[in-house]
């Protein structure tokens, strides 16, 4: 069974660009969650999306974004970049809503702005 | 008062010897808990979850929550140098919803 799949692995961008993010969860499982780590915050939550619904989101401004599709992948943009915005990105896959369950991680997407 | 709280480390145990990490979480209401363990430059690893009060073991972990004083634990038995990594404590409050909120991290060093 494929695990999380993350693209792309590594980018490097420049400050007022924007970037888009994509994350293939675990087969059958519809929960997508979207954490930005970073050294001085650690890991922090940005979104979940749960058939194609966003069902929770974090305290980012509005510059962070997300969808997803009918086959539960996930995409996550962020516009106007800034140098604050370098961070591993990551994406986790639970099964089902309700009763929480395990979420698995993507290698991320280390993101850097310069 | 952060949310989830962790002692940052490091923490050194001697090979063999058992290693205890501790968690205390703010919200009374927390209904799940996960311990996940990050290699440096990689992602996060589920390593265990538990939802009642009590002990749960796998392997050589043991997972244990009190609810009542709002900390959940883990504890690594016969370290190994593989253990070294950092070790992230996950809350999830509410059902119905998959939002992990982690705590900072503590930093586990095994000592061959």
């Known amino acids: 069974k494929a695990g999380v799949t993350q693209t792309p692995r590594y980018l490097i961008k420049t400050r007022g660009q924007q970037v888009t993010l994509s994350c293939s969860p675990i087969?059958?499982?519809?929960?997508v969650s979207w954490y930005q780590q970073t050294p001085g915050q650690g890991l922090q939550f940005l979104f979940e999306?749960?058939?194609?619904?966003?069902?929770n989101k974090g305290n980012f401004p509005g510059r962070f974004s997300g969808r997803q599709f009918s086959n539960s992948r996930s995409e996550m943009n962020v516009s106007t970049l800034e140098l604050g915005d370098s961070a591993l990105y990551l994406c986790?896959?639970?099964?089902?809503?309700?009763?929480?369950?395990?979420?698995?991680f993507g290698q991320g997407t280390r993101l850097t702005v310069v | 008062q952060k949310e989830v709280e962790q002692n940052s480390g490091p923490l050194s145990v001697p090979e063999g010897a058992i290693a205890s990490l501790n968690c205390t979480y703010s919200?009374?209401?927390?209904?799940?808990f996960f311990w996940y363990r990050q290699y440096s430059g990689k992602s996060p690893e589920l390593i265990m979850f538990?939802?009642?009060?009590g002990d749960k073991e796998d392997g050589r972990f043991t997972a244990q929550l009190n609810k009542a004083s709002q900390y959940v634990s883990l504890l690594i038995r016969d370290s190994q140098p593989s253990d070294s990594a950092t070790y992230l404590c996950?809350?999830?409050?509410?059902?119905?919803?998959?939002?992990?909120?982690f705590g900072t991290g503590t930093r586990l060093t095994i000592i061959p």
């Open positions: 538990i939802y009642s009060n």
């Open positions: 919200d009374r209401g927390s209904q799940s």
């Open positions: 986790a896959s639970s099964a089902q809503q309700g009763m929480p369950t395990e979420a698995f």
């Open positions: 087969s059958g499982h519809r929960s």
């Open positions: 999306y749960f058939s194609e619904t966003q069902r």
């Open positions: 996950a809350v999830i409050s509410n059902f119905g919803n998959e939002k992990l909120t």
